[in-house]
C-alpha cells in the first residue's frame, strides 16, 4: 500500500489519519482491479478518483455536514457521501458516475454503472477491516473474473447484516437488493 501521505483529497476534506489509511486501501483495491480488468484511462480514473473522495468528509461534524446538504432528517452516518459529491459537484465535478458512487456509497443505487459498483465492494472488501477477513479477501480477488456475481454477493451480505443488526433498509438499498436477486 502507498504511503498515506499520497493520497490526493481536496483542501476541503475532513479525515482522521485511520479514516485516510482506509481511503488508501479502497483506492489501492480499485487500482488492482481496474488494471487486471485492463480498463480505459476514463473508467480507471473515475474509480480511482471515487475512491479517493469517497470518505473525504467522513470526519466531517455533522453540522457542516448538515449545512452543505440543507437536510435536517437523514440519519448522521449517511451524509458524508451526498455532502462530499455535491461538495465535488461546486467544485466542478462533472461525471455523474463519480458523483452517484460517492453520494450513495454507503447505501447502493440501483442507478449505479461499474463506478459505483466497484467502490461499493471496495469500501467493504478492503482489506483493513476487521470482520471476515478470509471471506472478504476471497471475495475481492473474485472481482476481477467474477464482477456481477461478487457485487451481488456483497450487496446480500451487507443486506442481511443491517437486518441481523435490527435496522431498517435504506430505499435506495431495498430497491438495489430487489433489482439483483
Known sequence: MRDVASIELPAWARVTPLRATHIARV???LASWGQVLALDVATAAAWRDAGR???ALRDASESDLRALLDDATTAAPLLHGPAAARRLALDGETRQDV??????HTVGSVDWGSTGCALYMADYL???RDFARD???????SVPDE??????EVVRQRVQWTQREGHALHPNTFALWSAIR
Open 53 to 55: 473522495w469517497h470518505d
Open 147 to 152: 464482477f456481477e456475481a461478487t457485487f451481488r
Open 27 to 29: 483506492t489501492d483495491l
Open 99 to 104: 458523483l452517484d458512487a460517492i453520494a450513495w
Open 135 to 141: 471471506e472478504r479477501a476471497i471475495l475481492a480477488a
Open 126 to 128: 478492503e482489506p483493513g
